[in-house]
């Protein structure tokens, strides 16, 4: 009897302790290089490890940055606007924008759709911190 008052808690602690480190090591890890991939295909109109502008503007540098802030680029109202009124590219903003740029910024005129998944979402913005 002794043993089973004991032994149960035990056990019951073991297997919860056990389900939820199973359950973190479901959640990814952001991964740089995959976000490299997925980012070649904003990479016609933006770069992301130099100072060029393209198209668009350069993102080197973007996480942390003000919305409309690279000064030899003309950016549109909206992102000029979203910049002054103190937008900053981070986790959360760049992670609206590359799912619905013209949803998360009315008035852009980025012509991207947006990224379905949120794992390329996520480790679109870990390739983009690796080029600060």
Request: charged share 15%.
């Given at each position: 009897?002794?043993?089973?008052?004991?032994?149960?808690?035990?056990?019951?602690?073991?297997v919860?302790?056990?389900?939820?480190?199973?359950?973190?090591?479901?959640?990814?890890?952001?991964?740089?290089?995959?976000?490299?991939?997925v980012?070649?295909?904003?990479?016609?109109?933006?770069?992301?490890?130099?100072?060029?502008?393209?198209?668009?503007?350069?993102?080197k540098?973007?996480?942390?940055?003000?919305?409309?802030?690279?000064?030899?680029?003309?950016?549109?109202?909206?992102?000029?606007?979203?910049?002054?009124?103190?937008?900053?590219?981070?986790?959360?903003?760049?992670?609206?924008?590359?799912?619905?740029?013209?949803?998360?910024?009315?008035?852009?005129?980025?012509?991207?759709?947006?990224?379905?998944?949120?794992?390329?979402?996520?480790?679109?913005?870990?390739?983009?911190k690796?080029?600060p």
């Amino acid at each position: 009897m002794a043993y089973e008052m004991i032994f149960r808690p035990l056990m019951a602690a073991v297997v919860y302790g056990t389900l939820c480190l199973g359950t973190a090591t479901l959640t990814q890890a952001a991964d740089a290089a995959h976000g490299q991939q997925v980012f070649r295909q904003c990479s016609a109109c933006h770069s992301a490890d130099t100072a060029t502008n393209k198209v668009g503007p350069s993102l080197k540098g973007v996480v942390g940055r003000h919305a409309g802030a690279v000064a030899d680029y003309k950016y549109s109202k909206a992102l000029t606007d979203a910049g002054t009124g103190g937008t900053v590219w981070d986790d959360a903003t760049l992670g609206a924008f590359l799912a619905s740029p013209r949803k998360a910024m009315p008035g852009t005129r980025m012509s991207f759709f947006g990224l379905s998944k949120q794992a390329d979402i996520d480790d679109v913005i870990e390739y983009l911190k690796s080029n600060p």
